[in-house]
């Protein structure tokens, strides 16, 4: 069950953020793509004085409208504030690069935010009965973990070879159970759930084993 990763490389500096081994120059990769493409928007908004931490902020207070309006049966209102989370989620790392602000505190920053929104939002599915309380708390709690041992193997220098992170395919699926297939959203969160429970066992694993 052990899982295996490349050897550590001694930078100088360690990076401690939730990204896999594979993830972080994909990452860094799709920042400067996001970066060129959306290089006049980012002008004006460094223009004003807006950082990626306010963006993140903003992003997470767009995912977490997205709940009253969905309990209120608001649906369009609440999907219109889900995507403009998933889009200001997207433009928070390309801003701070731009600004030269990139770190290791802001990735933490904007995981965190993204964790509430993905907690506060499985929660209002469960309550209003679309997910039930195990499937959604199975997936809610194992996310949680999964992103808590990320951080601990990359500061350990043992990162996740790979990681599975659902929260855009269950987004779309609380769409999908609303319009197209209803109750079908617990297949989808108990799938989800059996992947990161998969990268909750290797994480423990290998961090004990580090211990």
């Not at 949680?144 to 779309?172: C, D, G, K, Q, T």
């Amino acid at each position: 069950m052990n899982e295996e990763s490349p050897a550590p490389v001694d930078s100088g500096k360690r990076h401690i953020n939730c990204y896999s081994g594979g993830e972080g120059g994909f990452m860094d990769w799709n920042q400067n793509l996001r970066g060129r493409m959306l290089e006049p928007l980012l002008i004006k908004m460094a223009g004003v004085g807006m950082r990626g931490s306010h963006v993140t902020f903003l992003s997470m207070l767009a995912g977490l409208l997205y709940c009253p309006f969905f309990l209120m049966d608001q649906k369009v209102a609440a999907f219109v504030m889900l995507l403009l989370h998933v889009l200001l989620d997207g433009l928070d790392g390309p801003l701070a690069r731009f600004r030269g602000q990139a770190s290791d505190r802001g990735s933490f920053t904007d995981t965190m935010a993204d964790q509430v929104v993905v907690t506060a939002t499985a929660l209002t599915m469960m309550h209003t009965g679309a997910a039930s309380a195990w499937a959604g708390g199975s997936y809610v709690f194992l996310y949680a973990i999964v992103v808590a041992f990320a951080f601990a193997r990359n500061a350990m220098a043992a990162p996740y070879l790979w990681l599975f992170r659902p929260r855009f395919i269950v987004f779309i699926w609380f769409a999908v159970d609303a319009y197209i297939y209803p109750g079908s959203l617990d297949v989808v969160l108990w799938i989800s759930s059996g992947l990161l429970g998969l990268k909750c066992l290797t994480g423990f694993v290998k961090i004990r084993n580090r211990i």
